[in-house]
Nanobody, 124 residues
Framework: QVQLVESGGGLVQAGGSLRLSCAAS?????TAWFRQAPGKEREFVAA?????????YADSSVKGRFTISKDNAKNTMFLQMDSLKPEDTAVYYC???????????????????WGQGTQVTVSS
């Protein structure tokens, strides 16, 4: 079983930056960030595989502004968010996959463990 603890959310002005962290209790196959804004469905943001360090991003909404990374020694994943926009406001969730429920990085069904979520609010 993998436990996930997120941190780093908060309130920031448009154009600013935040760095989210997700500490895992074990070494997952892959981890990802998803987000959910009020009244909207949860959407994929970015993912990373731990053995190969392959990274994946949502096509247009965050690519070029967000960077996913990991620290193998600390079993911790990060999401560096730059040039933030009000439309980035959402609860951001960390997710982990043990590789047994699918391998599509952007699909929520790939991930069998989820964090509690951290609020990111971007003011205009």
């Amino acid at each position: 079983q993998v436990q996930l603890v997120e941190s780093g959310g908060g309130l920031v002005q448009a154009g600013g930056s935040l760095r989210l962290s997700c500490a895992a209790s074990g070494r997952p196959y892959a981890t990802a960030w998803f987000r959910q804004a009020p009244g909207k469905e949860r959407e994929f943001v970015a993912a990373v595989t731990w053995s190969t360090a392959n990274t994946y991003y949502a096509d247009s909404s965050v690519k070029g502004r967000f960077t996913i990374s990991k620290d193998n020694a600390k079993n911790t994943m990060f999401l560096q968010m730059d040039s933030l926009k009000p439309e980035d406001t959402a609860v951001y969730y960390c997710a982990a996959s043990t590789g047994t429920t699918g391998t599509v990085p952007s699909s929520p069904t790939t991930y069998n463990y989820w964090g509690q979520g951290t609020q990111v609010t971007v003011s205009s």
